[in-house]
């Protein structure tokens, strides 16, 4: 496909500017710098509207950055009301697990989107954490289908807005050259990832908020930094990390609120939130501490069960790992490898061929 390209990119800015400056940004507020790749957009006659047995059309997968679920508790429902709202109105735990094998961004945002582990058998083997200028193909010896493949081969709308420039990996990986050909039905090309962003979070999550009121993807991914930067900065669980949780509790709330003040998006969309890795201190890299392996994991909307604890849903299926790291045999605790398979699973498509999180796609959430 031929590809509109605005190549501007997000001025960085200082840490405590940014956490400031999220919180106060509205809906309406967008700012310009921004790098958009974004293929022509599929027709309304080859986007599916629904199915008979599912109401959910649209999926907006959220990955918050870092996120250390203590910091939820931390800041409680008036200073993460939109991170609570997803518990009080959705199903959730705040003891789901990263990968077992690492606790870094890149290996864990590619077993996100292609629901594999990172260094088994048919994993994905992206084990380094920035962009090398290859693909997850080149490092997993094959081809690796994405959620992004299985969506847009059936015509569905695909989205990715990013605010780090290292998933350039994964859009590339992806792209009208590195792409599989598209076997499904009608060939709607190579270019997996129909819209990619790179940009600073207001901005990103205006322009999703805008593309959801006017023409919604059927399946959209949202990476949200601000407190992998902050806890970097200034160490996880510091006061400067926290308020950083909360800049990024500001924009799911302004995802949430576009759904819900949206007559067809508040009856067909829904949201499934989670996180790489946490982090405690200096840094998140080592995959034995309680602290760097526990995530969140939320799923809401249309359908979805109100107040639900994820494992009680899942009795026998997925097991509380309380503080334990359980490896990758026997009844596994809920992980977010499983945003890919669960996200497809919504949207009544097939798992991702080759993956392994919640292949049988059995995630309950009602």
Not at 181 to 195: F, L, S, T, W
């Amino acid at each position: 496909m031929q590809l509109r390209r605005v190549l501007t990119r997000t001025v960085a800015v200082g840490l405590a500017a940014v956490v400031t400056a999220a919180c106060a940004v509205g809906a309406g507020d967008e700012r310009p710098s921004a790098r958009d790749t974004a293929a022509p957009a599929a027709s309304t006659a080859t986007r599916s509207a629904g199915s008979a047995d599912d109401p959910v059309d649209y999926v907006v997968a959220i990955s918050i950055d870092g996120l250390n679920p203590d910091a939820i508790r931390r800041l409680g429902p008036d200073g993460a009301p939109a991170f609570h709202r997803l518990m009080a109105e959705g199903a959730s735990t705040l003891n789901a697990r990263s990968a077992y094998e690492r606790t870094i961004t890149l290996p864990n945002h590619t077993g996100m989107v292609t629901g594999r582990r990172i260094t088994v058998s048919g994993g994905h083997r992206v084990t380094f954490n920035e962009d090398n200028g290859r693909t997850v193909h080149r490092s997993a010896g094959g081809y690796v289908a994405s959620m992004f493949d299985v969506a847009h081969d059936r015509g569905r709308g695909t989205a990715f807005y990013s605010a780090k420039d290292k998933f350039d990996f994964l859009n590339r990986s992806w792209d009208a050259r590195h792409g599989a050909r598209d076997r499904v039905g009608r060939a709607n090309g190579r270019d997996k990832i129909g819209r990619y962003v790179v940009a600073s979070e207001p901005t990103n999550v205006t322009r999703l908020v805008r593309r959801l009121r006017d023409d919604p993807d059927e399946l959209s991914f949202v990476h949200i930094a601000y407190p992998d930067r902050a806890g970097h900065a200034s160490g996880f669980m510091s006061p400067t990390y926290v308020r950083a949780v909360h800049a990024a509790d500001t924009q799911v709330g302004r995802i949430l609120d576009a759904i819900t003040s949206d007559a067809r998006l508040r009856r067909h969309a829904a949201v499934v939130l989670t996180a790489d890795h946490g982090g405690l201190g200096a840094n998140h890299t080592d995959p034995t501490k309680r602290a760097d392996y526990t995530v969140p994991f939320m799923v809401w909307g249309v359908g979805v069960a109100r107040g639900a604890d994820l494992y009680d849903l899942n009795a026998g299926d997925r097991r509380e790992p309380g503080t334990t790291r359980p490896g990758y045999g026997g009844v596994q605790p809920v992980r977010n490898g499983e945003l890919a398979n669960l996200a497809l699973d919504l949207l009544d498509l097939p798992r991702v061929p080759g993956s392994w999180f919640d292949v049988r796609q059995d995630l309950r959430v009602r």
